[in-house]
């Protein structure tokens, strides 16, 4: 049977987290590699993809008519940008997240997909780890009962990105914490919660660590540093979510705060149970016979979320599958983060 044909365009941090799946998903073939920098296409040729064709301009790769998808591991701006390009030229499309930088782009790249007849999916590997698969069958079994209110957040004491590079450059990333993290911790709530409609939020961000270069987080090692860099987004954002069912969502999303450790959680609660997700475990409050009762599973041990995820998306497009990832829900989450900027900006809530 002939291998689905595979490019992958971006070769920095992120697709560490992406190759285990290409080296180990036994109908598909990584057959080109792009990025900026040579060096590192050609790293990941040698010790990973040894038969793919290496590129320094992703429109050339696109120029392969063999390639069935892409899949989109760049700076956050370029990821509309080159998602629409790879429409036109008849690829499929998987792109790390966020989205996109802002609402226009996220449309961009739903029209192009639409019109092209073929299938996006953005990261989304948090749905995919043991602890959240089960909490979705907990609450698709009416366990939870209604769920009206909740809070989540990727709180780090200190673990800039690529501090002065493009994490910290709002024309290339979007933003902080918020469009870095948020899209994780508030993508798994909503998802969780049954993907209501938003429709308000509010929200504040600060920025005070820019001059701050400690860390404790293993997370500070992505991107790459630049001295005399750029840093202009923010190192804390925290607002509420209101949704269409009248649920609420608080959330809390940080680069550097004086916080204890780094946590990343979701904390949901019903008329029948509530529930706490963090770092990866699970956690259900609720009632038996009259008692307060915590049911606490072992720990979670499939915590392979980018290689599932990515998974899902080549059973979709080799198979046929169903997909995890409705487009609108990019939409909406975009819609969310860029509300959050404009209500911190503000100081006025924000009607979606």
């Not at 120029?63 to 760049?74: A, P």
């Not at 860099?229 to 509420?240: H, N, P, Q, S, Y």
């Not at 004086?258 to 509530?274: H, P, Q, S």
Request: aromatic share 8%; proline share 3%.
């Amino acid at each position: 049977m002939k291998k689905w044909r595979v490019g992958i365009i971006g070769t920095g941090g992120i697709v560490g987290c992406h190759k285990g799946h290409y080296l180990r998903d036994s109908r598909i073939e990584v057959v080109a590699l792009c990025d900026i920098v040579e060096e590192k296409a050609i790293r990941y040729q040698k010790e990973c993809f040894p038969n793919a064709k290496v590129y320094t301009d992703y429109k050339e790769l696109l120029k392969d008519e063999t390639i069935d998808s892409v899949d989109i591991c760049t700076p956050n701006y370029l990821h509309s940008i080159i998602a629409v390009d790879a429409f036109a030229a008849g690829k499929h499309v998987f792109c790390e997240k966020p989205d996109a930088v802002n609402v226009e782009e996220v449309l961009k790249m739903n029209e192009a997909a639409e019109k092209a007849g073929k299938t996006l999916m953005i990261m989304r590997n948090n749905r995919f780890l043991d602890a959240s698969v089960m909490a979705k069958k907990f609450i698709d079994r009416g366990e939870m009962g209604e769920i009206y209110c909740g809070r989540c957040g990727w709180q780090r004491r200190r673990g800039i990105p690529g501090k002065g590079g493009w994490f910290t450059t709002k024309a290339q990333s979007g933003g902080g914490p918020l469009i870095d993290l948020g899209v994780h911790m508030i993508d798994l709530a909503i998802w969780l919660m049954g993907n209501p409609t938003p429709v308000a939020v509010s929200a504040n961000t600060y920025c005070k660590f820019a001059n701050s270069d400690l860390s404790d987080s293993v997370n500070s090692s992505f991107g790459e540093k630049k001295d005399e860099g750029t840093f202009d987004v923010e190192d804390l954002a925290m607002g509420m979510i209101r949704f269409d069912n009248g649920a609420l969502l608080q959330i809390e999303f940080s680069w550097a705060s004086n916080i204890k450790r780094e946590r990343r959680f979701v904390e949901l609660r019903g008329t029948k149970a509530g529930l706490k997700w963090e770092n990866a475990n699970v956690e259900f409050f609720t009632e038996m016979d009259g008692q307060l009762v915590d049911i606490c599973p072992p720990n979670c041990h499939d915590r392979m979320g980018h290689e599932n995820n990515l998974k899902n998306f080549y059973d979709v497009v080799i198979e046929g599958a169903e997909p995890c990832f409705k487009p609108q829900q990019g939409i909406d989450m975009i819609k969310i983060l860029c509300a959050i900027y404009e209500s911190a900006k503000t100081g006025k809530e924000v009607i979606l």
